[in-house]
């Protein structure tokens, strides 16, 4: 051993006793001195190391801690407490990944501890993963199942249909946490079931009546049930309250918009972008925004900024722009590029991550019709203003048997939506409800279903009356080809429903109880669609009642009636 003597009377590991006493104490210039002694004489002394990592954090030397913690872990890789800390010290940096692995080690040397299996499950959590969040709260309630916190936690994490049963045990452990009621609130309103939904949000709000997240909830709650008077009272309430959150304001755009007030409704809407849980980050283009100014002679890059749907149902704006006097360019998803070179007044498409041209202005279409002053009254509703390829349309009209030959009805059936969708479990029926179509003579289906919503189709023997079209459909250009060639399209809210619209064909839309802004309220026809009829839920999750309607009206069809919207 070499270096000077830490004490002439201690050995190194009396002194680091006495070095934790006086870190014990708080005198902890004394425990500096002494550690730094024995570090001297012995610079791989794993428990000095460790401890004067821990002293150096707390007198705000963090990246001294870590470090010395962290040689402290390689060299005695088998101590559950340097794991521990040194996953505290991560954490308190903000590196929330390292520290989850701290404490993985841990739990690999002592399975039992309870406070690192909660905490790994928080930071599972708040780095984005789902699974092994859970994974970890099951963990820390098997150890202990009374922890109304983690509970509530893993309630957050299950399908909606599993969290009501785990809510209820969270709310019995602590009946006074309104979380709990907001969290089953949140469930009941994924699952559909909007009376049970209103009634927690409720229940939330009795504990905090100033609860601006509760209130926020409790207000779209209410417009899913169409009670919009109400729904636009809570979103004030909560705007006030927040001192105007961006997401609460998003949220009241959305019922301004069922509601028909547009003008209103899309100005709110531009909140989106700073909105928590919008699903687009801004592009950070250096071109400023358009609002509207006077654009004559300028280039503009018009962009997709959300789904499919909303280009299709939007991209009519295009053409106001050109009249403008404005050189437009489109950015839209590969799959949409040749469908939307068809629309009037457009100079260029480019395909999303292909490099843009040279612009002036640009803006994204959803906020075209704010920039426009949008109305009822003033929606721009001329179709079609998209049309299909010449050449596509005949080469599928040699594709679709039947039909002409029989004097069937041909149909185009579309029963899903993108599962990745925040409503799609709400929105879409799935094939299974609307086999009853299938049944009435005189008309021919076709799947133009395509995504995992076709899988219903290997799960069951189809009638010989329908034809699946999806191997064969390349992308939307395919799709507005062979709507070209059909008599109606009966689709859920998804996108084969605007763009059967915005080809101005007949085309049924499937909606929900709580269906989305877009389809307004209490309508069975569409502002944005002339040719559209619209089929709702009388009560939510009620798709029984959607397929007898449309059955109905098909046979009617078949006998005759025509196909035109209802006045």
């Known amino acids: 051993m070499t270096g000077p003597d830490p004490s002439p009377a201690l050995s190194p590991d009396q002194a680091l006793l006495a070095a934790l006493d006086h870190h014990l104490s708080g005198r902890t210039a004394e425990a500096a001195e002494l550690y730094a002694r024995i570090l001297a004489v012995v610079p791989d002394h794993a428990n000095a190391l460790h401890l004067s990592g821990v002293l150096a954090a707390q007198t705000g030397d963090a990246a001294g801690g870590v470090a010395r913690i962290a040689r402290a872990v390689a060299l005695a890789p088998d101590v559950a407490d340097y794991h521990g800390n040194l996953a505290k010290l991560f954490r308190a940096q903000g590196r929330t990944g390292p520290a989850a692995a701290c404490l993985r080690r841990l739990l690999a040397l002592h399975p039992d501890a309870l406070e690192e299996a909660a905490t790994l499950g928080v930071l599972e959590q708040e780095a984005g993963h789902p699974t092994a969040a859970a994974a970890a709260f099951r963990r820390a309630l098997a150890l202990q199942p009374d922890l109304a916190e983690i509970t509530l936690r893993l309630a957050t994490l299950l399908p909606p249909d599993a969290v009501p049963a785990m809510v209820r045990r969270a709310a019995r452990l602590n009946p006074l ?17 909007h009376e049970d939904a209103l009634a927690a949000f409720e229940a939330a709000l009795a504990l905090d009546p100033a609860d601006v997240a509760a209130l926020g909830t409790h207000a779209n709650a209410t417009k899913d049930l169409r009670r919009l008077d109400e729904s636009l009272a809570a979103h004030d ?7 105007g959150d961006p997401t609460i304001r998003w949220n009241r755009a959305h019922a301004l918009l069922l509601a028909g007030r547009l003008e209103e409704g899309f100005a709110a809407h531009e909140a989106r972008w700073l909105a928590r849980g919008f699903p687009t ?3 950070g283009l250096p071109q400023p925004l358009w609002h509207g100014e006077d654009i004559a002679g300028r280039t503009i890059l018009l962009y997709e900024e959300q789904g499919r749907g909303d280009v299709i149902q939007f991209v009519r704006y295009a053409p106001l722009v050109a009249s403008r006097g404005a050189r437009v360019v489109l950015e839209v998803g590969a799959d949409l590029v040749e469908l939307v070179r068809s629309v009037p007044g457009v100079d260029a498409v480019v395909a999303r991550g292909e490099p843009l041209p040279p612009m002036d202005v640009q803006c994204p279409l959803l906020s075209l019709p704010h920039v426009f002053g949008t109305t009822l009254a003033s929606v721009p509703a001329t179709v079609p203003y998209l049309s299909a390829d010449p050449a596509r349309v005949a080469a599928w009209r040699g594709r679709l048997v039947g039909g002409d030959s029989k004097g069937e009805l041909k149909v185009g059936l579309v029963w899903a939506g993108n599962p990745a969708f925040a409503t799609d479990r709400e929105r879409s029926p799935g094939l299974a409800a609307l086999l009853p179509l299938l049944e009435v003579p005189g008309v021919r289906f076709y799947g133009l279903q395509l995504g995992p919503g076709r899988d219903a189709l290997a799960e069951r023997a189809m009638p010989p009356a329908f034809t699946d079209l999806a191997p064969h459909i390349a992308d939307f250009t395919d799709t507005a080809a062979i709507m070209d060639n059909l008599d109606l399209v009966i689709s859920s809210c998804t996108a084969p429903a605007h763009l059967a619209g915005a080809l101005g064909r007949p085309v049924w839309g499937l909606l929900s109880f709580a269906a989305d802004w877009r389809w307004l309220a209490d309508r069975a026809d569409s502002p944005w669609y002339p040719t559209a009829r619209l089929f709702r839920q009388p009560r939510p999750g009620d798709w029984a009642a959607v397929a007898a309607a449309v059955r109905a009206a098909l046979e009617e069809t078949v006998r005759g009636t025509a196909l035109s919207a209802p006045a």
């Open 177 to 193: 946490d309104r979380r709990a009621w907001s969290v089953l609130g949140a469930a009941h309103r994924a699952l559909g079931r």
């Open 237 to 243: 309430r909560a705007d006030r309250l927040s001192g």
């Open 281 to 283: 980050a801004p592009r």
